[in-house]
């Protein structure tokens, strides 16, 4: 069952997407040459601390910390630890959420390391948020999941390749429902698929989370021993993107960005649905 969300309930999904915002903008910052991946957890618990949230990530089937910290081959679910310091020319995607009197928010952004990065990592980046993007002006009424997977896939298929020869959209994982919890249908693949169908029709209190990961190599990932870190299969370094979107009367409000989605959308030509909280 996909849980529909009441115009309130949504205003409290806002709050909690601006803590992740929040988050991710300390982390953002902290995110430089010589730090840890544990002081960018250490960051995020102080975020949480000052809004009174709770982490959905600490402990979610047995996770060990508060944030996702993913870098340069890691795709997903990376554990931050003391031994993984960031060094220039490095990618790191962190990914988190916070809740706010039960209810829910999750995004997920690449950031670059120093200098001197790749101009394919620079794309990569690009390509992968610009199709998170894509997905998200496809949440509109009268459409249905699949449009969503279309429009990230078709975005980017339409990239010109890489120098590495590919793009590959990471086929393991994808987005999700959100709301009350973190992980709820329906899931959301990023590219399309004949077996998945059309899936659900998309009306107002629809609440997603829209997160495509792409590598420049294979689509294939493997999971390490700590039965968290996923890995691509050939060792080529990836991005991943995501925002928590509620879909309502008005149109889409993207509850983890700041300005609720309102620049980006605009270049679609999609007006953002007023933030509840304003």
Known sequence: ???????????????????VAAIHAATREAAVPGASTKDLDEVARKVLAEHGAKSNFLGYGGFPATICTSVNEVVVHGIPDEKTVLKDGDIISVDCGAIVDGWHGDAAYTAFVGSGHAPELLELSRVTEESMWAGIAAMKQGNRLVDISKS??????RQP??????????EDFGGHGIGSEMHMDPHLLNYVTRKRGKGIKLVPGV???IEPMVSLGTAQTETLADDWTVITTDGTWSSH?????????????????????KAKLAEYGITAAPDPLA
């Open 1 to 19: 069952m996909v849980e529909i969300k009441t115009p309130e309930q949504i205003a409290k999904m806002r709050e909690a997407g601006l803590v």
């Open 152 to 157: 990230i896939e078709g975005y980017i298929r």
């Open 161 to 170: 390749r890489p120098a590495t020869g590919k793009y590959g959209i990471i």
């Open 207 to 209: 609440c997603l989370a």
């Open 241 to 261: 993107w995501e925002h928590s979107i509620a879909l309502t009367e008005n149109g889409p409000l993207v509850l983890t960005a700041v300005d609720g989605g």
